[in-house]
């Protein structure tokens, strides 16, 4: 099991175990379709975990099962190590924030929140203070009378979060609930989100298929496809080192250059691309592959002119400039390698930092990377 | 015409005069014609309430003879009257509670679960609303007094001799469609999620219906609570066939017609209209404060 830091942020609470959900071999169909196969996953305690992936992938049948909407087909679901598979909702100590936020419309915002507490038979007095206690951390007092009606989306956007937070789950599920704000309130309320969780310290299952707000966001997070994650890990690892080619075209733009594996050398292996030039990557990436895949990601290749020795320890590729896009911060270079293969390069304008100064549609240049910012990824299937 | 002749040729943006007036008659046709639908709705309300002020010469009230408010003085002073009114608003209250509350069970139910026959339910559910009341009348009758020859058990018939309880059976019955259908209109409309939300929040079913569910539907079953009343309180057809000797208020109006037309007829109408206008508009009111 792994031991995490915590520096002392649930405090008040008895730690049962590290890991605070569990899922064992999880597996969800509706009819013939299986939207969630055979997952296996441990959110540990106190976290940021994000569950990233397209449209249809199976994040919010993962999250509903969970919450105890939805029972799995098979498998078995725990809580601080309390099997939970087949208990309702209202014996599960995780609530939920709604993609859609089902706040109650015939209820005030006050009543809203209060919910829970109600539920729970707390007295009147206990239930006004945290009440008030829980608007004021969500940054909204003196909305207490409001209906949902009307208050704003980002507005509902927090009391929905004030009514899953006041009754202190051990879990706090979220299902893209951000999804409806426009992108200003959005990366406010990322913000905001996240000061909250390290605030209260309750461990976070974020949905999302926004990378950037995963990446931004997340400690952790599982990449998910077709009903199963992909990989899993901290972004930086996912971005720097992905492992599928599905998760290295999800989290941002790559280049992937076909290579086979020709030998390798202190470290690294030696991989022959189609155009016949050989590039190296640390051969631990590799697993034992002979065909795989060489990424690379645009902004970590530097275009030179040709022959121009930038010291030897590169990789290296001739090619010629084909398309250049001045994004402002950035210039996008579409580059075309010897034997055809198109490059992305991004280049921050620093040094060419006029329309002038870019390299010219035509010009021939020398791409030159890292091997350690190289990754490696199974080769393409036929057909793909 | 010729001046009509030029303007168009001129192309002026009003057109010829005939396109004038038409716009003219167009503008003012949608009001016209409003007033004159509202008209022809209110003229029988209008009427039964002027002359519920009337003091008839005869026992006829239907030419005006002088102003009195002697029918509102005395609304249940006719001999009959006051039971047959008693016995309406019985059923009627009866009917309406007890239909309500199947109604909403089985529009629920309906829009909610997938169950062998749900489809046939939908089906029959329109049956009463679209059958004759004649027809509806008439069998009724006939299931009723076809229990009672031969009694299944004993001496004792079991839906026979018809009266108040007959009564009752019937307009359940008819009063049960009318409300599955409003209570199902609410509830197309209901986020499932909210009481997924509710149970979230640690509420079991029990509390989840009393506390969200029902509150939000509550709109749609007092609409259907309503019609079923105002269907239960003047239903004449189908009561005839099953109230045997009992008197509701319809039949003790239509059994005395063409011996007497009392005022107090005009005035116990005009009551019931009042309260029913006054529920509606306190209602309206009340949810439009809600709103804000
Ligand atoms: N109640 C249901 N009945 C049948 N199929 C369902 C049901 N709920 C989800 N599915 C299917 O399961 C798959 C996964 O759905 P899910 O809602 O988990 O996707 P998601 O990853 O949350 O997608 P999105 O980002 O669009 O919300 C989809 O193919 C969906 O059509
Ligand atoms: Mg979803």
Redesign the interface.
Known sequence: MTVLALDGRMENQIRVSDVDVRLVQVVKKFGDAVAVDHVDLEVRDGEFFSLLGPSGCGKTTTLRMI???EEPTSGLIELQGQDVTWL???KRN???V?Q?Y?????LSTFENVA??LR??GLKSSEIAGRVTEMLELVELPGFEKRKP?QISGGQAQRVALA??LI?RPAVLLLDEPLGALDLKLRKQMQVELKRIQQEVGITFIYVTHDQEEAMTMSDRIAVMNNGRYEQLGDPESLYERPETRFVAGFLGVSNLLPATIVGTDGGYAACRLANDQTVRVPAALTRGAQRVDVGIRPEKIRLSAPGESTGGQENRMSGTIRDASYIGVSTQYIVEARGGTRVTVYEQNVERATRDELWQVGTDVDLTWLPDHSFVVEAAKPGE | MASAATSTSRGRPEGSLGDRIGRRVGHLALPVFTSLAIFYLLIPIIVMIVFSFNKPSGKFNYTWNEFSIDGWLHPLDWPGLPESLLASLGVALLATVIATALGTLIGLALTRYAFRGRGLLNGVIFLPMATPELVLGASLLTLFVATALPPLRGNVPTLYPTGFSTILIAHVMFNISYVVVTVKARLAGF?R??E?????????EW?TFW??TF??ILPGVVAAALLAFALSIDDFIITSFVSGTQNTFPIWVYSIIRNALPVQINVIGSIIFLVAVGYVSLTTIRSAHA?R
């Open positions: 919450g105890g909407f309702p909702p209202y995780v609530n939920t709604f859609s089902a706040l109650f419309p015939h919910f829970g539920r729970k009606g009514r899953a009754n | 986020d999620r909210l997924e939300a509710a149970m979230d929040l640690g509420a079991n509390v506390k969200v509150p939000l709103q």
